[in-house]
């Protein structure tokens, strides 16, 4: 095969020129220029199957060198793995998911269905930032997309990645800004592009721009899930912080689509923190990985059937299948909402529970809370507090999923409410709320609630938590319901110093199942740092649960 004029041909995009052969060895096209619809020329690899005929493409884009993944090559189809622009050897200048990036998604499919190996039949595929680009390019309906598949996607940028209601998530913005920025040059060589930053400010924005709005908007799959016109496989785990957003897209799309969703974090499975944990490549599985993986043979099956046409009966698998991380059982569901229709109500009671060492060892209770146990309760805004979980959803390492992290290092730090031990297995499935009434003394506040599996031996393993600043605390009634407030996040309502006021805190979606014999805590402050930012404030705080003001923490269950 004459391998150097066919790819000249590609590299200048003069793919008619060139007759494809009949029969053709698995082949790599390295550096292959492909002209975006503004004239930049965006580079990757394509790696074609070793077979006869025209092939269906997997696009795969993305800003930190790009994917060498060839999975599916021995399986009919041909990858093409490219740098977006302004990283690797694309040209341009890097603007982090905006809608030029977006358009040269489009761009890309069109391209490779086009190409003299192609049968015009594209496939979306990505991984975290990448799934990102592919939701966003789907909802522009390129003519020969035919399929989404996608691993932990963030959806809403704001909510899920930068802002968790007005508190800034400095613990990832922080190490992830320092990565990308070292890897989105890997394969460069000196290229102009890597010196023309301007458009990277998204990066910084972010921290000046608390307020959810065009800047987020333009970048959230969230937003434009409408315009998403083809099939969509989604795969995340209960430990990335990106998880909730993916549980709202599967319950938004009004396409054919499926979410499994297992206990991974970001950065995949395996017993580096739990050695024989039921997950991952079994107990000798004990080294960090990179991603996650979707479930073995699923992704395959879903292309075959929505690619190439195979009834195999993919279609008529359940909408979602979630992991209970802990009975550890696995679950399916017709929707996310379907899978927690319940709602169980417990009252915050200053009651001791006699289970916990905190500045108030309080109780969770069913019935109202009356006379002394009605008494509010107070603390002093310590900014250190809650440093036993320091990358929120992630972890203590992102990279150990499985490490238990116990809480009771925070437990002094903060106000406590517990269950007294379940007799009967209680089933949390869905999003949460902690809705309270409280004063502060200062002139904005955070507030920090996370709810733990108390063992009888005392430990504590973390089940979810939640996050709002005072002044974020308006609610989109239209958007709310019982146990699942809406944060609109979109302005600043100041506290009053000393107001008795009522808050909504949304606490993320699981599935965990307490066991009997175990207890069920809430843990309060307002502080989770290193986190997020601690408030720069200062002052004391009170919490009420007073008939007046019944603070209740709302449980999705099932």
């Known amino acids: ?90 040209g341009g200048a890097l603007c982090l998911l905006c809608e030029r990036e977006q358009r040269d998604v489009y761009d890309v499919v069109e391209w490779a269905a086009k190409q003299p190996w192609s049968n015009g039949k594209i496939v979306l595929y990505g991984y975290s930032y990448s799934a990102i680009t592919a939701l966003l390019g789907s909802a522009l309906q390129p003519p020969h997309l035919t399929t989404v598949v996608v691993g932990h996607p963030p959806t809403d940028p704001y909510r899920d990645v930068l802002w968790h209601n007005g ?45 959810d709005g065009p800047l987020y908007q333009e970048r959230s799959v969230l937003d434009k899930v409408g315009r998403i016109k083809v099939p969509v496989y989604v795969f995340t785990g209960w430990n990335d912080m990106y998880s909730r957003g993916d549980l709202r897209l599967i319950d938004a799309l009004k396409v054919p689509a499926q979410l499994w969703i297992d206990a991974s974090t970001h950065h995949g499975t395996g017993n580096l923190g739990e050695v024989g944990a039921p997950y991952g490549g079994g107990p000798a599985d004990t080294s960090p990985q990179l991603s996650a993986t979707p479930p073995p043979g699923q992704i395959l099956a879903w292309l075959d059937h929505y690619v190439k046409g195979k009834d195999n009966g993919v279609e008529n698998k359940p909408r979602v299948t979630y992991f209970d991380r802990g009975s550890r059982t696995w679950s399916t569901a017709s929707s996310w909402r379907a899978a927690g229709p319940g709602l169980a109500a417990l009252n915050l009671s200053a009651a001791k529970s006699g289970s916990a060492a905190s500045l108030n060892d309080g109780s969770l209770v069913a019935g109202a809370v009356t006379g002394r146990d009605s008494y509010q309760d107070s603390y002093v805004y310590d900014p250190t507090a809650g440093s036993s979980v320091p990358m929120g959803k992630e972890g203590p390492d992102g990279f150990a999923p499985y490490l238990h992290s116990d809480q009771r290092l925070d437990d002094v730090r903060g106000l406590t409410y517990t269950t007294a031990p379940v007799s009967r297995p209680l089933r949390l499935a869905g999003p949460s709320e902690l809705h309270f009434w409280a004063i502060t003394e200062a002139s904005d506040m955070a507030w920090v609630a996370r709810l733990s599996d108390i063992a009888p031996d005392g430990s504590e393993t973390p089940v979810t938590q939640g996050w709002l600043r005072a002044s974020f605390r308006h609610v989109d009634p239209a958007r709310s319901r019982p146990g699942s407030p809406y944060l609109t996040d979109d302005r600043h309502d100041p506290v009053t110093v000393g107001l008795t006021t009522e808050y909504r805190l949304d606490l993320w979606d699981t599935a965990y199942t307490v066991a009997p014999g175990h207890r069920l805590r809430l843990w309060f402050a307002s502080s989770d740092s290193p986190t997020h930012e601690p408030v720069p404030a200062a002052g004391r705080n009170i919490l009420f649960h007073d008939p007046q003001h019944p603070s209740q923490l709302l449980l999705g269950t099932r």
């Open 1 to 90: 095969m004459r391998l150097r004029p066919l790819l000249v041909a590609t590299a200048l995009g003069a793919s008619a020129l060139t007759t494809w052969p009949a029969h053709a060895a698995a082949t790599d096209l390295t550096d292959v220029t492909i002209t975006a619809s503004d004239g930049v020329h965006l580079v990757g690899d394509v790696h074609l199957p070793s077979a006869t005929g025209r092939f269906p493409a997997i696009v795969d884009m993305e800003p930190y060198g790009r994917s060498s993944a060839t999975t599916y090559v021995r399986d009919g189809y041909a990858h093409v793995n490219t740098d977006v622009r302004g990283s690797g050897k694309s």
């Open 167 to 211: 508190l800034y998530d400095q613990g990832f913005v922080e190490q992830w800004f320092a990565g990308q920025s070292a890897t989105q040059g890997l394969g460069l060589g000196p290229q102009p592009q890597y010196l023309d930053r301007k458009d990277q400010l998204f990066a910084v924005e972010t921290r000046l721009n608390d307020l």
